[in-house]
């Protein structure tokens, strides 16, 4: 990751943030144009397939030395993961992807609101919520499918907010000494904000879904006894969340190897979606306050609005635009940290 920091040391850190959320929106705009050809749930899962191969490759967490608590934490953020990623490809089949977006936030704004303290973060669910309503409400008006993709973004939301929880049950349960603040994929930078999104992959957000990552670590071989690093427990995360789906995924996705075309878009979207998006957080990370990054991670969904604008011609209502801002403000309000 020495190479990623090098790359975006000029470069100011909102401006690396959007680029991060452009990449994983077109990488979301790029599966929907695969839906005419292979189901959302199987482009969901040759993503995370690819992107595990490319993380495997990358990282070679077989070089770490993994105990039985890393591996099943691993394990356990894979199939939340995987779960999360082909919920929102469902969820985007049939919705706009600014809408999809946006309401995929009601899950950590919930958590934040439901854990949190302050009034701040009472109110932050409160707007979300108005937002989320409105939201649905334009959507439903656009016939009976929106119905499933509602129920799909929330299946996503409730498996982001799951795996906010569950990775904060891991940092607290990490040695004080461990690698990361929360070893399998949970970030350093927790403190800051809860969510990263993934179609997100929370910390990968990685994140399908998803995003989300431990220690940054530089280029050097690990030691022997080194323990796992965030982005080595992610590449072992999305391997599992792909074997879980294997069963019931693999066999539709067989044809897409056998067609350069459909194979080349598929790395496209993992490497747009998943891949870039991380490396690019990962600067961003470093160089911001928790109050910055509240705000751009409200900047989220309208980038996804504006991507599915550009590309997908997707035009959104007033209605769903004061929707979309209602949530933006209900980020704002619940990842932002006093101090």
Same mark, same amino acid.
Do not use: K
């Given at each position: 990751?020495?190479?990623?920091?090098?790359?975006?040391?000029?470069?100011?850190?909102? *401006?690396?943030?959007?680029?991060?959320?452009?990449?994983?929106?077109?990488?979301?705009?790029?599966?929907?144009?695969?839906?005419?050809?292979?189901?959302?749930?199987? *482009?969901?899962?040759?993503?995370?397939? !690819?992107?595990?191969?490319?993380? &495997?490759? +990358?990282?070679?967490? +077989?070089?770490?030395?993994?105990?039985?608590?890393?591996? &099943?934490?691993?394990?356990?953020?894979?199939?939340?993961?995987?779960?999360?990623?082909?919920?929102?490809?469902?969820?985007?089949?049939?919705?706009?992807? =600014?809408?999809?977006?946006?309401?995929?936030?009601?899950?950590?704004?919930?958590?934040?609101?439901?854990? =949190?303290?302050?009034?701040?973060?009472?109110?932050?669910?409160?707007?979300?919520?108005?937002?989320?309503?409105?939201?649905?409400?334009?959507?439903?008006?656009?016939?009976?499918?929106?119905? /499933?993709?509602?129920?799909?973004?929330?299946?996503?939301?409730?498996? +982001?907010?799951?795996?906010?929880?569950?990775?904060? /049950?891991?940092?607290?349960?990490?040695?004080?000494?461990?690698? #990361?603040?929360?070893?399998?994929?949970?970030?350093? $930078?927790?403190?800051?904000?809860?969510?990263?999104?993934?179609?997100?992959?929370?910390?990968? !957000? *990685?994140?399908? $879904?998803?995003?989300?990552?431990?220690?940054?670590? =530089?280029?050097?071989?690990?030691?022997?006894?080194?323990?796992? $690093? =965030?982005?080595?427990?992610?590449?072992?995360?999305?391997?599992?969340?792909? &074997?879980?789906?294997?069963?019931?995924?693999?066999?539709?996705?067989?044809?897409?190897?056998? $067609?350069?075309?459909?194979? #080349?878009?598929?790395?496209?979207?993992?490497?747009?979606?998943?891949?870039?998006?991380?490396?690019?957080?990962?600067?961003?990370?470093?160089?911001?306050?928790?109050?910055?990054?509240?705000?751009?991670?409200?900047?989220?969904?309208?980038?996804?609005?504006?991507?599915?604008?550009?590309?997908?011609?997707?035009?959104?209502?007033?209605?769903?635009?004061?929707?979309?801002?209602? !949530?933006? *403000?209900?980020?704002?309000?619940?990842?932002?940290?006093?101090?």
């Amino acid at each position: 990751m020495t190479a990623d920091v090098h790359a975006g040391r000029g470069v100011p850190a909102p *401006v690396l943030f959007l680029g991060s959320g452009l990449t994983q929106y077109l990488g979301a705009a790029l599966a929907v144009g695969l839906f005419a050809v292979l189901t959302a749930p199987t *482009v969901a899962w040759l993503r995370i397939a !690819v992107s595990a191969v490319v993380l &495997l490759a +990358w990282r070679r967490p +077989w070089r770490f030395r993994w105990t039985r608590a890393d591996l &099943l934490a691993s394990a356990l953020f894979g199939a939340v993961l995987a779960a999360m990623n082909v919920a929102f490809y469902v969820a985007i089949e049939v919705l706009p992807l =600014g809408t999809a977006v946006a309401v995929e936030f009601a899950g950590p704004v919930a958590v934040a609101a439901l854990t =949190g303290r302050s009034v701040r973060e009472r109110v932050a669910i409160a707007v979300a919520a108005a937002g989320v309503v409105l939201l649905a409400g334009v959507s439903l008006d656009a016939g009976p499918d929106a119905g /499933r993709g509602l129920v799909a973004i929330g299946v996503s939301a409730v498996c +982001w907010a799951g795996y906010i929880l569950l990775g904060r /049950r891991v940092a607290h349960g990490r040695a004080e000494g461990d690698v #990361g603040a929360g070893g399998a994929g949970v970030p350093d $930078d927790a403190a800051r904000a809860d969510a990263v999104p993934g179609d997100a992959v929370p910390g990968e !957000v *990685v994140r399908d $879904d998803a995003g989300p990552a431990g220690q940054r670590s =530089g280029g050097a071989a690990p030691a022997a006894s080194a323990r796992p $690093d =965030g982005v080595s427990s992610l590449a072992v995360a999305m391997t599992v969340g792909a &074997l879980v789906f294997a069963p019931f995924l693999a066999a539709p996705a067989a044809p897409v190897l056998r $067609d350069p075309h459909l194979l #080349g878009l598929v790395v496209g979207i993992a490497v747009f979606s998943s891949v870039v998006p991380y490396a690019i957080e990962q600067v961003v990370l470093r160089r911001v306050t928790a109050a910055t990054f509240a705000v751009l991670l409200a900047m989220l969904p309208a980038t996804a609005a504006v991507t599915g604008v550009v590309v997908l011609r997707q035009l959104p209502t007033w209605g769903e635009v004061a929707g979309l801002a209602l !949530v933006s *403000v209900a980020i704002v309000l619940s990842a932002r940290r006093a101090g």
